[in-house]
């Protein structure tokens, strides 16, 4: 496949980074924007702006087929997709950071009248970083939630403290609920997928899949009793921090927000019908000590500044906060806020690499989430209509994966060795990053 993409920042570097091994990349910009990540990759480089038919033209664009602009410019990344869709049929993801950007470019997508004149898809990671984050929060003491089959189905993950019931216990010993299955555990920073003989240690990050109800019943059993989330601060009142505080608030979840701006805060509050607007710096400790902020069941920074979300987070983490999640800009700074007692930090720049990873798919199979900064997949692969029956046990997968849910019709099916896996059904399957690809060419094969 040859991708073409149009800014070499840090997410151009990941997306590039994804995909170059098994495809043609070039990557437009100008010399003085690339990052240095790109000199460790093998993709061609053109230095100039992808808005200029001349330089998509040197770039090959009418043998293309993605082009990804994600360029620091809204505005340079919509001319430049608009101008392929005029050069060729590559298929177009666009980046923005502006909302109304997002809401303008799917009008335009769906209206009838708009001939080639559209976008195939349009990106804004402020949204899909929201998306994560409202997740978490709403799933007590989770450290990543993903839903699939419409919600029926769950990907939680839990660490396991110091005074769990599971430390030092083999996970076929361990009495989970009926429908659920541990795919995955994140031990001294690497994933790896267990099996019965696995036995569970202390800060062990342990990944779950099964049916909602089964998983709730697991959570309240192992690793909350009867918790929800009823309070929520939330430092940075930015499109994140609104986005997020609409969504809190129609759970009926009591809110705060600190907002350094005062203009802000006034337009806060008139978006806001509940939620109490607090203009003061988040790294103010006299502010966070009058305000209570560790006394919320959930305080989550959101500023567009990493320096200040990581000390935001810090300092209500050492006045008590019991769970902290703090967003991250820069996708290498992740390791080093779990490293220093973050509970949870976020970059919307991996939410964003699985869109286009999605969006790319084949038509059979796709991805539907990662885990772990990438570290693990989830793969969803469709059956073709002559697929032979054969038992979970009996597909000799050719790397260690875990088929975690099967999607037949209407009916969900969390596998055990024994299910018969039929032609037509939909598999939801676990894995590493770095053994995806293979089990996307064993079910390509058959």
């Not at 697991?218 to 609104?242: D, M, N, P, R």
């Not at 798919?361 to 570290?375: C, F, M, P, R, W």
Request: glycine fraction near 6%; proline fraction near 1%.
């Amino acid at each position: 496949m040859k991708i073409i993409i149009f800014g070499a920042n840090e997410i151009g570097s990941m997306i590039a980074g994804e995909f170059y091994t098994n495809n043609d990349i070039t990557v437009i910009d100008e010399e003085k924007n690339k990052v240095d990540a790109f000199n460790k990759l093998d993709v061609g480089f053109i230095s100039g702006n992808a808005s200029s038919l001349e330089v998509l033209k040197q770039a090959g664009i009418k043998d293309a087929d993605v082009f990804i602009a994600c360029n620091d410019s809204d505005e340079l990344n919509i001319v430049a997709c608009l101008t392929v869709k005029r050069l060729s049929n590559a298929r177009t993801i666009c980046f923005v950071r502006k909302e109304e950007y997002k809401s303008s470019l799917g009008l335009v997508k769906d209206a009838e009248y708009n001939g080639d004149l559209y976008i195939d898809n349009v990106i804004w990671p402020e949204e899909l970083l929201t998306q994560e984050i409202f997740r978490i929060i709403t799933v007590a003491k989770a450290l990543d939630v993903e839903y699939f089959a419409d919600g029926r189905a769950r990907l939680l993950e839990y660490k396991i403290g110091e005074k769990s019931l599971l430390i030092n216990q083999l996970i076929k010993n361990c009495e989970f609920p009926k429908d659920t299955l541990i795919v995955g555990i994140t031990r001294n920073s690497e994933l790896f997928i267990p099996n019965g003989n696995t036995m569970l240690r202390q800060d062990d990050k342990v990944i779950f899949m099964g049916l909602s109800h089964s998983l709730n019943i697991l959570a309240g059993k192992f690793f909350h009793e009867k918790e929800f989330v009823k309070s929520v601060t939330i430092i940075g009142g930015g499109s994140v921090g609104l986005k997020l505080a609409k969504g809190l608030e129609n759970l009926k979840i009591k809110l705060k927000i600190i907002e350094k701006d005062e203009e802000r805060c006034n337009y806060l509050a008139q978006e806001l019908q509940h939620a109490l607007i607090i203009n003061g710096d988040g790294t103010d400790l006299e502010l966070l000590n009058e305000e209570d902020v560790s006394a919320s069941d959930v305080v989550v920074s959101v500023t567009d500044n990493d320096e200040k979300n990581l000390l935001c987070s810090l300092l209500v983490k050492q006045m008590g906060a019991k769970r902290v999640i703090s967003r991250v800009t820069k996708n290498t700074n992740v390791a080093l806020f779990e490293k220093v007692g973050i509970d949870i930090a976020i970059s919307s720049k991996t939410a964003s690499l699985n869109e286009i990873k999605n969006s790319m798919k084949s038509t059979n199979i796709g991805i539907l989430a990662t885990v772990e900064q990438g570290k693990g997949e989830v793969l969803f692969i469709e059956l073709p209509d002559n697929y032979e029956t054969k038992k979970v046990m009996d597909l000799h997968l050719p790397v260690q994966a875990i088929v975690g849910v099967i999607q037949r019709g209407k009916r969900i099916l969390i596998p055990n060795g024994l299910t018969l896996v039929n032609s037509k059904d939909k598999l939801i399957i676990f894995t590493t990053s770095e053994n995806a690809q293979t089990i996307r060419e064993f079910f390509e094969e058959k």
